[in-house]
């Protein structure tokens, strides 16, 4: 891990998914700022106001592995929420309005 | 669960359904399945099931079959009914709905996250108009079985609405033909001999805090007008004295009482429980403190690492066990509904520890103007400025706009375990749920970052622990006695 | 300020599969920055930072525990792939489960009406039966009656046994 401080941190494509980094750099937009840039064989992340490269790094591998995850498992995990929606609102039988 | 009779031969391999697993502290292995079932292996018993070497005829095939651990041994549709009994919530709206009657509060909580502001303060009251409109909305749910609890601030500064609240329930209730429980939580200071008469009649329950003895009480809860803990114990004991009494007029429900455990809290736990005890009261919630709202500005002040916590609610339980070895009866809360879903495979209604989560499907948090939020949580995050938990309005919105709006939407999907990295393996899964707004509070986004969060170390601790208390004999008989149906 | 001490583990995504060197890094990233490089020959490095507060002894521990952790991500990932679509299969049962309606009562072959009045002749009959048999009563078929009191004790006639 690079520990010059506010030299960009490279993250392999192969590894870490352009989605995932815009997905990190998201949630650290509140704490500072993340520039990603393509860079050959995956992306650069630039960090600013303090983040610690890290705590961005493993919540580049979460976002990583949500994103592996929900490949799977979205049609499952869709059905219950609908199903948990839908009957809260009563869409699925009397009640509700 | 039934099963089907074996038709394999005992030398065959046991073919694997799908199982989380976790290794425990000592070498044992904790496995469990969709349905809730365990299976504690020792390191050797697990490796000879996860290379598929159980032997057929053994005990520990049996035992495994039984739990839906043998793939060509499982019985579909006991499993599958085990699931849908474990997920009933699944199936009905919100039943829990929070009356924020007011921000308005006589006390000063250390660790106050409800938003509360000064006796003074003026607008922060819900009007008793307002207060019916919100009855009327709750009377909307899909559910059953409603609870509305009244909540503040301090309720009781805002008489008004709560009397108009509680008799417009009980009015449509009735007309409805519909059950409604109604609950008040309040710190007892403004009670009177008037207001509890009414509160009774209504079959109002009761609950109010208790922090422990009087000296930590009133240092966590700090009351102008002084003996915070004096007026909690003073009005326990009449509620208490009524429940013993009732009358054929109306149901009297036993008084309870809130912990909520501070840094001030830690290493106090025998008083904290002998003060339960010596008041008669027969469950103790050691309920964590969580840095939202408030609380996290003063989070340096009175809080304290997952670890830290856990080391007080291991002391608090094993005193409590002793106490119950000894016939003494008090049950710890959080225990007690780990337990519903371990051992009873039943949804004990606890909003924090579903999948998804209970924000907006499961309770409803009305603040004083009229605004829903998805649960009292988000509502203090929005007090702060911040409305993503935020569902609508009970004036402008219908119902089923509120409970398919963003806030709820997002929610329930960032809830889902299975889309969880961490949770999806999880052997504790089966039981556990995630918290949106904690995530949001403490990590930045609605579903956080498993490793690291804080809530999911002490809920990792607090299953740990239930589990390696279950695996001793004389815990164990104590623990399911208390779930025992 | 002392220096925190950086380890590293070498996995074969190819052998052990990206996904499961992903997770088994992921599932550390509580104690430790987690950072994945690929190396050449189908290789990723795992490079571990201890968090401040974790204390020598867990750091130490930090690669050993990620070789664990590849293993059991291993065996995950092969047991979920197998059991996907049955898995799936029993969760869509139990989403859609329903409880067996009760078995309905056997079918009499009578109208409700006829029920009734065949209730009603029932009751009326019992009434009857207890009326008649009630203490202090009568008795016209002479059932309670012994046969002596009936027909007197016979004299002589008896035939001998």
């Given at each position: 891990?690079n520990?010059?401080?506010?030299?960009?941190?490279?993250?392999?494509?192969?590894?870490?998914?352009?989605?995932?980094?815009r997905?990190?750099a998201?949630v650290?937009?509140?704490?500072?700022?993340?520039?990603l840039?393509?860079?050959?064989?995956?992306?650069?992340a630039?960090?600013?106001?303090?983040?610690?490269?890290?705590?961005?790094?493993?919540?580049?591998?979460?976002?990583?592995?949500?994103?592996?995850?929900?490949?799977r498992?979205?049609r499952?995990?869709?059905?219950?929420?609908?199903?948990?929606?839908?009957?809260?609102s009563?869409?699925?039988?009397?009640?509700g309005? | 669960?039934?099963?089907?009779?074996?038709?394999?031969?005992s030398?065959?391999r046991?073919?694997l359904?799908?199982?989380n697993?976790?290794?425990?502290?000592?070498?044992?292995?904790?496995?469990?399945?969709?349905?809730?079932?365990?299976?504690?292996?020792?390191?050797?018993?697990?490796?000879?099931?996860?290379?598929?070497?159980?032997?057929?005829?053994?005990?520990?095939?049996?035992?495994?079959?039984a739990?839906?651990?043998?793939r060509?041994?499982?019985?579909?549709?006991?499993?599958?009914?085990?699931?849908?009994?474990?997920?009933?919530?699944l199936?009905?709206?919100p039943?829990?709905?929070?009356?924020?009657?007011t921000?308005?509060?006589?006390h000063?909580?250390?660790?106050?996250?409800?938003?509360?502001v000064?006796?003074?303060?003026?607008?922060?009251?819900?009007?008793?108009a307002?207060?019916?409109?919100?009855?009327?909305f709750?009377?909307?749910?899909?559910?059953?079985?409603?609870?509305?609890?009244f909540?503040?601030?301090?309720?009781?500064?805002?008489?008004?609405a709560?009397?108009?609240?509680?008799?417009?329930?009980?009015?449509?209730?009735?007309?409805?033909?519909?059950?409604?429980?109604?609950a008040?939580?309040?710190?007892f200071?403004?009670?009177?001999?008037?207001?509890?008469?009414?509160?009774?009649?209504?079959?109002?329950?009761?609950?109010t805090s208790?922090?422990?003895?009087?000296?930590?009480h009133?240092?966590n809860?700090v009351?102008?007008?002084?003996?915070?803990?004096?007026?909690?114990?003073?009005?326990?004991?009449?509620?208490?004295?009524?429940y013993?009494?009732?009358?054929?007029?109306?149901?009297?429900f036993?008084?309870?009482?809130?912990?909520?455990?501070?840094r001030?809290s830690?290493?106090?736990?025998?008083?904290?429980?002998d003060?339960?005890?010596?008041?008669?009261?027969?469950?103790?919630f050691?309920?964590?403190?969580?840095?939202?709202g408030?609380?996290?500005?003063l989070?340096?002040?009175?809080?304290?690492a997952?670890?830290e916590?856990?080391?007080?609610?291991?002391?608090?339980?094993d005193?409590?066990?002793?106490?119950?070895?000894?016939?003494?009866?008090i049950?710890?809360?959080n225990?007690?509904?780990?337990?519903e879903?371990?051992?009873?495979?039943?949804?004990?209604?606890?909003?924090?520890?579903r999948?998804?989560?209970?924000a907006?499907i499961?309770?409803?948090?009305y603040?004083?103007?009229?605004d829903i939020y998805?649960?009292?949580?988000?509502?203090?995050?929005?007090?702060?400025?911040?409305?993503?938990?935020?569902?609508?309005n009970?004036?402008?919105?219908?119902?089923?706009?509120?409970?398919?709006?963003?806030?709820s939407?997002?929610?329930?999907?960032?809830?889902?375990?299975d889309?969880?990295?961490?949770?999806?393996?999880?052997?504790?899964?089966?039981?556990?749920?995630?918290?949106?707004v904690?995530?949001?509070?403490?990590?930045?986004?609605?579903?956080?970052?498993?490793?690291?969060?804080?809530?999911?170390?002490?809920?990792?601790g607090?299953f740990?622990?239930?589990?390696?208390?279950?695996?001793?004999?004389?815990?164990?008989?104590?623990?399911?006695?208390?779930?025992?149906? | 300020m002392?220096?925190?001490?950086?380890t590293?583990?070498?996995?074969?995504?190819?052998?052990?599969?990206?996904?499961?060197?992903?997770y088994?890094?992921?599932?550390?990233?509580g104690?430790?920055?987690?950072?994945?490089?690929?190396?050449?020959?189908?290789k990723?490095?795992?490079?571990?930072?201890?968090?401040p507060?974790?204390?020598?002894?867990?750091?130490?521990?930090?690669?050993?525990?990620f070789?664990?952790e590849?293993e059991?991500?291993?065996?995950?990932?092969k047991?979920s792939a197998?059991?996907?679509?049955?898995?799936?299969?029993l969760?869509?049962?139990?989403?859609?489960?329903?409880?067996?309606?009760p078995?309905?009562?056997?079918?009499?072959?009578?109208?409700?009406?006829?029920e009734?009045?065949?209730?009603?002749l029932?009751?009326?009959?019992?009434?009857?039966?207890?009326?008649?048999?009630?203490?202090?009563?009568?008795?016209?078929?002479?059932i309670?009656?012994t046969?002596?009191?009936?027909?007197?004790?016979k004299?002589?006639?008896?035939?001998?046994?």
């Amino acid at each position: 891990m690079n520990e010059k401080k506010n030299s960009p941190l490279f993250f392999s494509g192969g590894i870490y998914s352009a989605e995932a980094l815009r997905l990190a750099a998201a949630v650290f937009s509140a704490r500072g700022g993340v520039r990603l840039t393509a860079a050959k064989g995956g992306t650069e992340a630039a960090l600013s106001g303090g983040i610690n490269p890290g705590e961005f790094a493993n919540e580049a591998l979460n976002q990583q592995c949500r994103i592996d995850l929900s490949a799977r498992n979205s049609r499952l995990s869709g059905i219950i929420v609908t199903k948990a929606l839908l009957s809260a609102s009563g869409s699925s039988k009397k009640g509700g309005k | 669960m039934a099963q089907r009779p074996a038709t394999k031969k005992s030398a065959e391999r046991a073919a694997l359904p799908h199982f989380n697993f976790r290794r425990l502290s000592g070498g044992a292995v904790l496995l469990t399945n969709d349905s809730g079932t365990h299976a504690s292996l020792s390191g050797a018993q697990f490796r000879q099931f996860r290379d598929g070497r159980v032997a057929a005829g053994s005990a520990l095939y049996k035992e495994l079959s039984a739990k839906g651990f043998v793939r060509d041994m499982m019985d579909m549709d006991g499993y599958a009914a085990a699931c849908a009994k474990k997920n009933s919530f699944l199936g009905a709206g919100p039943g829990l709905h929070i009356l924020v009657l007011t921000l308005r509060c006589n006390h000063k909580c250390v660790y106050c996250q409800s938003s509360a502001v000064g006796q003074a303060s003026r607008g922060t009251d819900m009007s008793p108009a307002l207060a019916r409109k919100c009855v009327d909305f709750a009377l909307k749910s899909t559910n059953p079985g409603i609870t509305i609890e009244f909540q503040g601030g301090e309720p009781l500064l805002n008489w008004e609405a709560l009397k108009a609240s509680v008799l417009h329930a009980r009015r449509r209730a009735k007309e409805q033909g519909r059950e409604v429980r109604l609950a008040l939580v309040s710190n007892f200071s403004l009670m009177t001999e008037e207001k509890a008469r009414f509160l009774l009649a209504n079959e109002v329950s009761i609950c109010t805090s208790l922090d422990g003895p009087a000296d930590l009480h009133d240092k966590n809860r700090v009351f102008a007008g002084g003996g915070s803990h004096a007026a909690a114990v003073k009005w326990l004991k009449y509620f208490s004295a009524a429940y013993k009494k009732q009358v054929p007029e109306f149901r009297t429900f036993k008084p309870s009482a809130l912990l909520t455990v501070s840094r001030y809290s830690l290493g106090r736990e025998k008083q904290i429980v002998d003060e339960y005890v010596r008041l008669g009261l027969e469950d103790v919630f050691l309920r964590p403190l969580a840095p939202i709202g408030f609380a996290k500005q003063l989070w340096d002040k009175v809080g304290y690492a997952p670890e830290e916590f856990l080391s007080f609610y291991r002391a608090g339980l094993d005193y409590i066990l002793k106490l119950n070895a000894r016939g003494v009866t008090i049950r710890e809360r959080n225990a007690v509904m780990m337990l519903e879903k371990i051992l009873n495979g039943t949804d004990p209604g606890y909003l924090d520890m579903r999948c998804p989560c209970g924000a907006v499907i499961g309770q409803l948090a009305y603040n004083y103007n009229g605004d829903i939020y998805a649960c009292d949580e988000g509502r203090m995050v929005g007090w702060q400025g911040d409305d993503l938990f935020k569902a609508g309005n009970v004036a402008r919105d219908p119902y089923s706009k509120v409970m398919l709006s963003q806030a709820s939407r997002a929610c329930a999907s960032a809830s889902s375990l299975d889309t969880q990295p961490q949770c999806s393996r999880c052997a504790y899964k089966p039981f556990c749920g995630v918290c949106p707004v904690y995530n949001y509070e403490t990590q930045g986004s609605l579903s956080g970052e498993m490793p690291s969060n804080g809530r999911c170390a002490l809920f990792m601790g607090l299953f740990d622990t239930l589990f390696s208390l279950l695996a001793k004999p004389a815990s164990a008989k104590i623990l399911k006695g208390w779930v025992s149906k | 300020m002392a220096k925190t001490q950086k380890t590293s583990v070498i996995a074969a995504a190819g052998r052990d599969g990206l996904n499961a060197v992903r997770y088994a890094a992921y599932s550390l990233s509580g104690s430790a920055y987690v950072f994945l490089k690929p190396l050449a020959g189908g290789k990723v490095l795992a490079e571990f930072e201890p968090k401040p507060g974790v204390d020598a002894r867990a750091a130490a521990a930090l690669p050993a525990r990620f070789r664990q952790e590849l293993e059991d991500e291993k065996f995950r990932e092969k047991n979920s792939a197998e059991n996907f679509s049955l898995r799936e299969f029993l969760l869509l049962k139990a989403v859609n489960y329903a409880p067996k309606a009760p078995e309905p009562e056997p079918d009499s072959g009578l109208t409700p009406k006829q029920e009734k009045e065949l209730n009603d002749l029932i009751h009326q009959i019992e009434k009857e039966i207890k009326a008649e048999t009630a203490g202090g009563k009568k008795d016209p078929l002479g059932i309670t009656r012994t046969w002596e009191d009936k027909y007197g004790t016979k004299t002589g006639n008896k035939k001998k046994r």
